[in-house]
């Protein structure tokens, strides 16, 4: 029996390596200087997928949420095995918190229509919620199963995985369909396939399509640029290199449900992380130095 | 959700596991008797599962004025949906203004599906938890104690602050270990209500077919004295000279995640925002640099001791001692001198 799979995937910036450029003068964190990155641990959600597909045949769909530049994620779901991507872009769901994501994924996946598994990352480095997999399966009426470490069985319509939950890890058994959110530790993630990125490196999103036109062709008249889109994407479409784009309105997304009014929690204060140079002891590296810092240690009986 | 309800209880969610309270819920219950305090309400525990009603008395001596105890068979062992419903029907019960879980894994399993089917608000991971007022940007329209949800975020390289005015309960997990755990007053006095959900038409669409638990071999919480390497260590054979020096001191051993990335010791040893929170008496640090996710999970300690050779590393910035030098010749030196006041 094949399954049919939905993976959840997101570009973050890199906040492990956040160099002094990233930081405003405000002390808050200026995201366009970060690297974008592939989510780590939604690239495990992505081979999870992908080893379903390759063990008991099927599809995975990839999905993001996000600007016209998290099509970069898309084509690396692409490059490693994913058979259809699909960006979810729209102004109206910008500043969106987890439940409002939750909620638009949600409603993306709806309209994908049938699948078996939905996968998604246990958490994203920028955020750290580990909200969204459980908001979207909650939306959907389905169950979770979080910290997915490894697929024990899978026949017929019943799937059995182990979670990893810190002190020690669980079985369990459910009727599909339902969602896990994947751990780094479940399985070494394949590199992209050098054919695939030779072939899927065109493939493009309307949204990124009506960009390059508009470079291309400053002097153009609108009329002719969006004649020029249309012929560019049909091109792509009939090539099978096109990144499905979806507005609220192809998802039927309620408004009110999305972006900031959707949204019960408002940042209210943001502060950058400033070290408390209070000053220290400086204890030069000698004998005599650290005897005297034991002792103080011992006096003021924070030893023995 | 509920509607803004500026009398209602500050509530916790109890997590217990083989009939033992988890230590992250007697830490909320420490900081909700704080908050609801300062609101003038009262606390409420939520303590699902299957003959667990002794666990109240603990619940209760550490602030809780009622626990809401509901006991099924199917709550014996966790699962996310059973669990669900027992809360979101308290909640739509009694319209508590605040619900706290601890950040643990079943926490932030449990905490969003809840958040999702009452369409309120969730902040992850909070480090502290304060009661304070809010101006909308736009109206003006000033809230008026609300719970200020403080937490990390971007890598732990900002500080957030985060509010939920209109689509209550105000709800938040918060991460183990950084809420003091109180002692617990055994004569406080509460209620116990017995509390009935509707189990008839349940769907059991998850069963449990195996559960195996470790028992916690390191026990970095607990300890008072923590010695800690990292990537500066050098090699698994180096880091014998941590493990000496938390021997003559015995102290428990700690790492960074560069120790453990690098094969030194094993995971469970480290400290810091993927591992664990501590806050001893005093932290040895040695050939760590500070990356804040580290100081994130060390900071509060009462007395830190960083050893490093660069004497820019970030680590000093929270040190009270500081060693500018080689750890491989300090360390023995360390060791030698605490011999000697022996
Ligand atoms: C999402 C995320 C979560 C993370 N979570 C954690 C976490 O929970 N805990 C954690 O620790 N890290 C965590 N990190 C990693 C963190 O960013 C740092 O990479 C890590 O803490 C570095 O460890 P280190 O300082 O020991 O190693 P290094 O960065 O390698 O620093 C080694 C230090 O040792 C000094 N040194 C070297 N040799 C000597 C010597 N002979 N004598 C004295 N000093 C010497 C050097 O000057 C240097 O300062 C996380 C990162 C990310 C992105």
């Known amino acids: 029996m094949a399954y049919d799979s939905i993976v959840c995937v997101k570009q973050v910036p890199d906040t492990a390596n956040i160099t002094g450029d990233a930081m405003k003068d405000d002390g808050t964190v200026n995201r366009s200087a970060l690297p974008a990155i592939f989510n780590p641990d939604d690239l495990h959600a992505l081979e999870a997928a992908l080893q379903v597909r390759d063990r008991f045949g099927g599809t995975v769909t990839a999905i993001t949420m996000g600007p016209l530049s998290a099509c970069e994620v898309l084509r690396d779901c692409l490059y490693r095995g994913a058979d259809r991507v699909i960006l979810v872009n729209d102004r109206r769901a910008a500043a969106s918190d987890t439940l409002a994501t939750g909620y638009i994924l949600a409603q993306a996946v709806r309209k994908i229509g049938n699948c078996d598994l939905i996968w998604a990352g246990r958490q994203a480095i920028d955020g750290d919620t580990a909200q969204v997999g459980p908001q979207m399966a909650e939306k959907l009426g389905i169950p979770q199963v979080t910290y997915f470490e490894a697929l024990v069985d899978l026949s017929g319509r019943t799937i059995r995985v182990r979670r990893n939950v810190g002190n020690g890890y669980e079985v369990l058994e459910a009727r599909l369909p339902i969602l896990l959110t994947v751990l780094d530790s479940a399985n070494e993630t394949r590199p992209a396939a050098a054919k695939r990125v030779m072939r899927f490196k065109h493939a493009r999103s309307a949204g990124e399509i009506t960009n390059e036109v508009a470079a291309n062709m400053p002097a153009a008249s609108s009329a002719e640029k969006e004649a020029e889109a249309a012929r560019l994407l049909e091109k792509l479409r009939a090539a099978g290199l096109r990144i499905e784009q979806w507005s609220l309105d192809d998802v039927a997304a309620d408004l009110r449900r999305c972006g900031m009014s959707g949204s019960p929690t408002k940042v209210h204060r943001v502060q950058s992380i400033v070290l408390t140079k209070e000053g220290y002891t400086e204890i030069p590296p000698s004998e005599e130095g650290v005897g005297r810092m034991i002792h103080e240690l011992v006096v003021d009986h924070t030893l023995g | ?342």
């Open chain 2, 1 to 342: 959700m509920i509607e803004p309800n500026p009398k209602g209880e500050v509530w916790i969610f109890a997590e217990q596991e083989d009939e033992h309270l988890s230590e992250t819920s007697l830490e909320l219950c420490s900081k909700a008797r704080e908050l609801a305090d300062r609101l003038g309400v009262k606390v409420g525990a939520v303590l699902a599962g299957w003959n667990v009603r002794e666990l109240s008395y603990r619940l209760i001596a550490h602030g809780v004025d009622k626990v809401y105890y509901v006991y099924d068979t199917l709550l014996e062992y966790y699962r996310t949906l059973p669990y669900a419903r027992v809360v979101c029907q308290l909640i739509t019960r009694h319209k508590p203004q605040i619900v706290l879980f601890g950040a643990t894994p079943l926490g932030r399993d449990l905490a969003p599906r809840i958040a999702s089917e009452m369409r309120s608000g969730l902040t992850a991971d909070c480090t502290d938890l304060e009661i304070g007022d809010y101006t909308e940007p736009k109206t003006k329209a000033v809230h008026k104690d609300l719970l200020m949800q403080i937490r990390p975020a971007f890598g732990g390289n900002i500080i957030a602050t985060i509010v939920n005015f209109d689509r209550w309960p105000q709800m938040a997990t918060v991460r183990e270990g950084v809420m003091p755990l109180g002692d617990g007053d055994p004569r406080r006095s509460g209620q116990i209500i017995e509390e009935k959900i509707e189990f008839s038409d349940f769907e059991q669409s998850v069963r449990l077919i195996e559960r195996v638990r470790e028992k916690r071999k390191v026990n970095l919480k607990g300890a008072r004295i923590i010695v800690a390497g990292g990537g500066g260590v050098g090699s698994k054979e180096n880091f014998k000279l941590i493990h000496d020096l938390a021997g003559v001191l015995g102290g428990a051993v700690g790492a960074s995640r560069a120790a453990v990335d690098g094969g030194f010791i094993s995971k469970e040893h480290q400290v810091g925002q993927t591992g664990t929170t501590v806050r001893p008496a005093l932290y040895i640090a040695c050939g760590i640099s500070g990356a804040v996710q580290h100081r994130a999970g060390m900071e509060e300690s009462a007395k830190i001791i960083a050893i490093n050779w660069d004497k820019e590393a970030p680590i000093f910035g929270v040190a009270h001692y500081g060693i500018v030098g080689d750890l491989t010749k300090v360390i023995p030196m360390m060791i030698r001198a605490i011999r000697e006041k022996e």
